[in-house]
C-alpha cells in the first residue's frame, strides 16, 4: 500500500511561489517561472516520486534467519577508485550533505544548491552512467531575423500564459510584446539602470 503523501503535499503548499520555485530547480533539475503553484506542486511531486523509484537503496524486507555466530572480521580491500571498502553498504554511506554537493559539482559539471541527499546520489549515478547530460546549462540561442532583431524563446505553462494575456488586453495594452517591453522598461529602472531602461521605452501610440 502507496504511503500516504498528504504531509509532504501540506508542506510544499505552505511554501510561497518563490520557495516553490526553488524546490522544483532542486528536484526537477530545470528552472521554471510559472506562476502556478498546483503545476509545480505537482510536478515536485512527480520527480520525488520517480527518484524513489529509481533509487537502488530500496530494499525488500525479508524475516532474518537466526544468525550464526560471527565470523572474523574481513579486511578492507580496495575498490576501483582507488578506496578501501568497509563493510558498509554503498560508497556513498560516509558521505557528508557537503562532500555529496561537492562530487555532484566534479561529476556534474555544474554546482547545485539542493539538500536532498537522495536525488544527489540519483544524479551522480545518473551521469557516470552516461544517462543524462553534463557541464553548464547552454544558454538558447535567441534567432536573428531578416530586420536584425532578435527573437528570445520564451515558454510558459498554458494557463499562466492565459491569464497574462488576458490581463494585458484587458489593461488596453496593444500586444504581448508591447507588454514584456514595458515590464523590462519598469523593472530596469527600479533597479536604477536608467540607460538600459532607455531602450525598452514603451511605444506611443
Known amino acids: 500500500m502507496p504511503r500516504n503523501t498528504a504531509p ?22 530545470e528552472e521554471t517561472r510559472s506562476p502556478n503553484k498546483k503545476h509545480l506542486i505537482r510536478r515536485i511531486e512527480e520527480a520525488l516520486a520517480a527518484q524513489k523509484r529509481r533509487s537502488p537503496t530500496r530494499r525488500v524486507t525479508v524475516t532474518a534467519p537466526i544468525a550464526p555466530p560471527p565470523a572474523p572480521a574481513a579486511q578492507a580491500t580496495p575498490t ?10 554503498g560508497r556513498f554511506a560516509d558521505m557528508s550533505l557537503e562532500g555529496l554537493q561537492a562530487k ?26 552516461g544517462r543524462v547530460p553534463v557541464g553548464p546549462r547552454p544558454e ?45 522598461h519598469r523593472e530596469l529602472t527600479a533597479m536604477g539602470a536608467t ?11
Open 104 to 129: 555532484y559539482r566534479e561529476v556534474v559539471g555544474r554546482p547545485t544548491g539542493s539538500s536532498d541527499i537522495p536525488y544527489l546520489k540519483w544524479k551522480i549515478r545518473e551521469v557516470e552512467a
Open 140 to 184: 538558447r540561442e535567441a534567432k536573428v531575423r531578416e530586420d536584425g532583431k532578435r527573437v528570445m524563446p520564451l515558454s510558459f505553462d498554458a494557463e499562466a500564459l492565459e491569464g497574462l494575456d488576458k490581463t494585458w488586453r484587458d489593461a488596453g495594452i496593444p500586444s504581448r510584446t508591447e507588454f514584456f517591453r514595458r515590464a523590462v
Open 195 to 205: 540607460e538600459a531602461a532607455a531602450l525598452f521605452a514603451p511605444k506611443v501610440g
Open 8 to 29: 509532504k503535499t501540506k508542506k510544499l503548499e505552505s511554501m510561497n511561489l518563490t520557495e516553490l520555485r526553488a524546490r522544483y530547480h532542486e528536484v526537477v533539475g
Open 80 to 89: 576501483a577508485e582507488g578506496t578501501q571498502h568497509s563493510g558498509r553498504r
